[in-house]
């Protein structure tokens, strides 16, 4: 199945910037999922906060992060690919735990369905003020 490893979060202070990376590996060639950061802080619901469609050419956002938050992706190659979280202007409001996720994929093959809906292991994002 499809393995997620996300990096780069750090403790910052606030106006600082930080980048996530989410390592894709063991895909089925050609499953092209979609993709998606989302972030849970201690005592809260997981929020979404970006998702790429990397096929269609299309990005969107959670309201507290736009405008701050850009999302992209590397051309998968073979069964891999990364996933980033340019994470600009940080605030304290921003510390969470970051998650990546594969969401629906282009290819729907059994093989690529299974691996749909998965989660990392997620990195810690810590904002000062």
């Known amino acids: 199945q499809v393995q997620l490893v996300e990096s780069g979060g750090d403790s910052v202070q606030a106006g600082d910037s930080l980048r996530l990376s989410c390592k894709v590996s063991?895909?089925?060639?050609?499953?092209?999922?979609?993709m998606s950061w989302h972030r849970q802080a201690p005592v809260a619901e997981r929020e979404f906060v970006a998702g790429?469609?990397?096929?269609?050419?299309?990005?969107?956002?959670?309201a507290s992060v736009k405008g701050r938050f850009t999302i992209s992706q590397e051309t998968p190659r073979d069964a891999g690919t990364t996933v980033y979280l340019q994470m600009n202007n940080l605030k304290p409001e921003d510390s969470a735990m970051y998650y990546c996720?594969?969401?629906?994929?282009?290819?729907?093959?059994?093989?690529?369905?299974?691996?749909?809906?998965?989660w990392g292991q997620g990195t810690q994002v810590t904002v000062s003020s």
């Open positions: 790429i469609d990397a096929a269609e050419g299309t990005t969107t956002y959670g």
């Open positions: 996720k594969t969401g629906r994929p282009r290819l729907q093959d059994v093989r690529c369905i299974a691996s749909s809906n998965k």
């Open positions: 063991r895909s089925y060639i050609g499953c092209r999922y979609e």
